[in-house]
C-alpha cells in the first residue's frame, strides 16, 4: 500500500508555485509545494535519501497552506506534511519535548504568565530594555514580542443568558500572554447576552506538536479537548492557528470520533460576532488607522477571512487598511519563527513596509503568534504602530 496516498493526487501543474512564500523567496523548485510532494514520494519509495538537505527542504515549509487552497486537484497538502513529519519522527525517535510539556500544563502557563506580568508591570522589562542588558543577552527580540501589558484572564462571570451559551477555546497562549484578547471576548459575548463557559479542562490545541511530527501527543490532546467541548453548542476561538488546528482533528485522528464533533462546532470569535451583533448595540467613534493583517490559518483553513474586516467596519471614524489579498505567510508559522528566523524576518519585511508607510495606530491580527512576530518586527524598525487582536479594539468602541 502506499504511504502517502494524498500525494499521488498531484498532477505537478505548478499552479500551487506563485502561492508559496518560500518558493517565491528562493525560486528553487525543492522549496515549493510540487518539489515537496516530489521529495516526499522521492523518499517514501526508496529513490532519495533521507539526506539533510531534502529535511531541511521539507521543515522550510511553513504550513502556511497557501497551496492547498490554490490546488485545483485538492491535494490536501496539511495533511500530507503532517503525516509525512509523524514518519519521519517515528523513523528518528528524536523528540524533544520541552516546549509542548510547557504548552500542555495549566499550572506552568499559570505561573509563566505570572512571572511575565510582573516582568511588565514593575520596569524590570524596561530597565532591562534601556539599558541594553536584553541586546547583550541576545534576548532583545524576545521581549519584544510580548504585549505592552499582560493581563491576567478575568475569572469566570455569571453574565449573559444561561440558556444562550457559547464556549471558547483560550489556548495555551492565549492563556499565558493574551488575558487582554479573552476578557475582550467575554465583555463582547456577555453584552450580546451570550454566557462565556470556559472548560478548565481544555489544553493545547497540538499544533506544535503536530507540526513537530508528535503525533501521539497531538492525539492525546485532541482527545482532551473534544471530550471538554463536548457540552458545548458552539465552540469559539480567539487564536486562528487554534481553530485551524480543531477543524483539522477529525483529518488527523480519524480514530478519536469525539474531534468530528468539536470541529462542526469551531469558529473564530470575530466571524461569530459579526453573525450576531444586533442593530442595536450602537459602537463610539474610534478615529484612529487600523490595518487589517489576515493570518493564513484564519484564510487559508478556517477560511473565514472577513470576520475582522466586516466587524471593525461596524466601529464609527475607523479608518480600515487591509492587506492585500495577495500578502503571504508573515513567517511565523508557529515555531517557525524561532526555527528559522532570518527567513521569517525576510517574509515579514514587505508588510512591515507597508506600515512604515501608512504608520496605522494599530495593527490587527487574529492569531496571536503572528501578532508576536509582527509587533517584534514593527518594534526593530523603531515604529509605534500598536499590535492588538481585533476585538480589542471592538471592545474599545463599546459605549
Ligand atoms: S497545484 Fe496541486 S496538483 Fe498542481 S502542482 Fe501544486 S499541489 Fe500539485
Ligand atoms: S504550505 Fe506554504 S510554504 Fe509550504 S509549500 Fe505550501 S505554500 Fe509553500
Avoid at 499550572?107 to 541586546?135: E, M, N, P, V
Wanted: a positive charge.
Amino acid at each position: 500500500m502506499r504511504k502517502f496516498p494524498e500525494a499521488d493526487l498531484c498532477v505537478k501543474c505548478g499552479l500551487c508555485l506563485p502561492h508559496c512564500p518560500t518558493y517565491q523567496q528562493s525560486l528553487d523548485e525543492n522549496e515549493s509545494p510540487r518539489g515537496r510532494i516530489s521529495l516526499i514520494q522521492g523518499w517514501s519509495n526508496g529513490q532519495l535519501e533521507a539526506t539533510e538537505a531534502l529535511q531541511k527542504h521539507l521543515d522550510h515549509c511553513l504550513l502556511c497552506r497557501a497551496c492547498e487552497k490554490a490546488c485545483p486537484a485538492f491535494v490536501p497538502y496539511g495533511q500530507l506534511m503532517d503525516r509525512y513529519r509523524a514518519e519521519v519522527k517515528e523513523v528518528d525517535k528524536k523528540s524533544d519535548r520541552k516546549l509542548q510539556n510547557l504548552l500542555s500544563s495549566g499550572q506552568k502557563l499559570r505561573w509563566l504568565s505570572r512571572l511575565l506580568r510582573i516582568y511588565r508591570k514593575s520596569g524590570i522589562s524596561w530597565f532591562l530594555r534601556t539599558s541594553g542588558i536584553l541586546s547583550v543577552l541576545g534576548l532583545a527580540k524576545y521581549d519584544a514580542m510580548l504585549p505592552r501589558s499582560i493581563k491576567a484572564v478575568k475569572k469566570e462571570s455569571d453574565q449573559g443568558d444561561l440558556g444562550n451559551e457559547v464556549a471558547l477555546f483560550s489556548g495555551c497562549m492565549g492563556r499565558l500572554l493574551d488575558g487582554e484578547t479573552v476578557n475582550s471576548a467575554k465583555a463582547l459575548l456577555n453584552r450580546l447576552g451570550y454566557r462565556v463557559v470556559m472548560p478548565e479542562a481544555q489544553n493545547c490545541c497540538g499544533a506544535v506538536a503536530l507540526h513537530d511530527g508528535d503525533f501521539t501527543v497531538a492525539e492525546a490532546l485532541a482527545s482532551q479537548n473534544s471530550q471538554a467541548f463536548s457540552g458545548a453548542q458552539i465552540v469559539l476561538t480567539i487564536a486562528s492557528g487554534c481553530g485551524a488546528t480543531l477543524l483539522d482533528y477529525p483529518s488527523r485522528f480519524p480514530a478519536v470520533v469525539e474531534t468530528k464533533h468539536l470541529a462542526g462546532k469551531v469558529k473564530d470569535v470575530s466571524q461569530f460576532l459579526v453573525e450576531n451583533w444586533p442593530d442595536d448595540i450602537p459602537l463610539k467613534a474610534l478615529p484612529k488607522k487600523v490595518f487589517i493583517h489576515t493570518p493564513c490559518s484564519l484564510k487559508n483553513v478556517m477560511r473565514q477571512p472577513s470576520g475582522p474586516e466586516q466587524l471593525l467596519g461596524k466601529i464609527p471614524e475607523i479608518e480600515l487598511i487591509k492587506d492585500s489579498e495577495s500578502q503571504h505567510c508573515c513567517g511565523a508559522a508557529g515555531t517557525y519563527l524561532l526555527d528559522y528566523p532570518e527567513t521569517a524576518k525576510r517574509l515579514a519585511d514587505g508588510l512591515i513596509e507597508q506600515i512604515e508607510v501608512l504608520n496605522p495606530d494599530y495593527l490587527v491580527s487574529s492569531n496571536i503568534g503572528c501578532a508576536m512576530h509582527l509587533r517584534a518586527s514593527i518594534a526593530a524598525r523603531g515604529l509605534k504602530t500598536e499590535v492588538v487582536h481585533p476585538i480589542v479594539l471592538l471592545e474599545k468602541a463599546l459605549p
